[in-house]
């Protein structure tokens, strides 16, 4: 045996023998492992963390109220996969506060839970919470309605009468939390709005003096609110307004637009808005007649349904023709003298449209003066100075002085 040992071949031998047999060993048992595992399902542990648990408060609610339960908790469960899971899904189980041994004032109280499975472990955070138990109190508050946003209305409208239903709610809680609240308010946003509101529901807020949020419980919740949109109209004169001149040759024959413009605004502020101007047209921009869109300039808080009005402008353009000759009628114009003007000449104005005018010659214009049944002598006769229809003249003097001889 010891000159077995002492060959190094056979103690290398042994040595690989040895290690082959472990190697099998350890293998068989994690074959074993394995196949027990897969014989009995579900038996390995796992931990489930359900966070909104709601959390149910046992106490005689028509004496007493609480305060300092949270409505939701955190449950941690631990077990067998085969019972955790269907566990979970369910939620089968509760947890609750019991508070119907207590009285009135602070306590610590424990968080407990029933319908657990016995195999689970529950974990509850927290375990414990500090409540306070208070006398039951009821008491009706009227509900006060706020219009927000009411300076965002558009221009133009305004609220009408407002309904809410129910007027008042009820209110239960604490006395000491009843004694807190000053105001019971519920708010209807009115930013941009153009239709009257009908039936819509609005949830209802509690405060105190300060303004702070309470948390009570309202009977109802909620209100219906209705608010009428109205729309106020007036229709007011329209004053077309001017600046600038002409050039020295047209003048302004008509400006036509609508006379009057139905304008909206709040029943206040139509009351002191007795015509409505344009933005001032300046003349000296003008070429000729034609149509043109202009702004109409709002007081402040008044609009129309337009912006602008559409303004016809129709122009006259004034001509001067210079040494018109008169023609003498009645008389021979040998036996006739001119006086005033020493002359049988004349200048005379013509107005009318601009194309009229432009197309207009001196050989279109007629001056006469009728002597006829005058006997000789000085005479002041009317000067007749005529033409084209549309065009109308002037001529100065108006009247002529002559003799007859």
């Known amino acids: 045996m010891d000159k077995l040992f002492q060959n190094k071949w056979a103690i290398r031998v042994m040595s690989l023998i040895f290690a082959i047999s472990l190697f099998l060993y350890v293998n068989i048992e994690s074959d074993t492992a394995k196949t027990d595992n897969s014989v009995i399902p579900g038996s390995s542990t796992e931990v489930k963390v359900l966070e909104d648990v709601p959390l149910d408060v046992k106490i005689d609610s028509d004496e007493y109220v609480v305060s300092g339960v949270p409505n939701e908790v955190t449950v941690s469960l631990e077990g067998k996969t085969s019972i955790l899971t269907p566990t979970v899904r369910q939620r089968n189980f509760k947890v609750f506060v019991d508070l119907r041994d207590y009285s009135e004032g602070e306590h610590t109280v424990d968080i407990e839970s029933k319908d657990i499975p016995k195999d689970l472990k529950a974990y509850i955070e927290p375990n414990s919470i500090d409540v306070e138990i208070e006398k039951r109190a009821t008491r009706e508050f009227s509900v006060d309605v706020d219009m927000v946003n009411q300076d965002k209305l558009p221009v133009g409208y305004e609220l009408g009468e407002m309904e809410v239903e129910p007027e008042t709610v009820t209110i239960v809680s604490s006395e000491s939390m009843i004694d807190q609240i000053a105001m019971v308010k519920a708010y209807v946003d009115v930013n941009d709005l153009k239709e009257s509101i009908r039936n819509k529901e609005v949830p209802i807020s509690v405060y105190d003096v300060q303004g702070n949020d309470l948390n009570v419980q309202t009977d109802p919740e909620s209100v219906t609110v209705s608010v009428e949109v109205d729309r106020p109209s007036k229709k007011v004169p329209l004053n077309i307004e001017t600046k600038g001149d002409l050039p020295d040759d047209l003048e302004v024959k008509e400006m036509n637009a609508e006379e009057e413009i139905e304008i909206f605004g709040k029943r206040e502020v139509l009351e002191e808005v ?50 018109v000759t008169i023609d003498v009628e009645g008389q021979d114009s040998d036996n006739i003298e001119f006086i005033d003007p020493n002359q049988n000449k004349i200048d005379v104005e013509a107005t009318g449209e601009e194309k009229t005018i432009d197309d207009l010659n001196k050989a279109d214009i007629n001056a006469s003066i009728d002597l006829a049944d005058l006997t000789a002598g000085e005479h002041e006769v009317k000067l007749n100075v005529t033409g084209p229809s549309g065009v109308s003249f002037d001529s100065s003097p108006s009247n002529v002085t002559v003799d007859i001889r």
């Open 274 to 323: 007795d015509s409505l101007p344009t933005k001032e047209i300046d003349l000296s921009e003008i070429e000729k007649s034609g149509k043109q869109e202009v702004e109409l300039d709002f007081p402040e808080g008044v609009i129309a349904n337009d912006e602008t009005v559409e303004v016809d402008m129709e122009l006259e353009e004034t001509k001067t023709f210079k040494d």
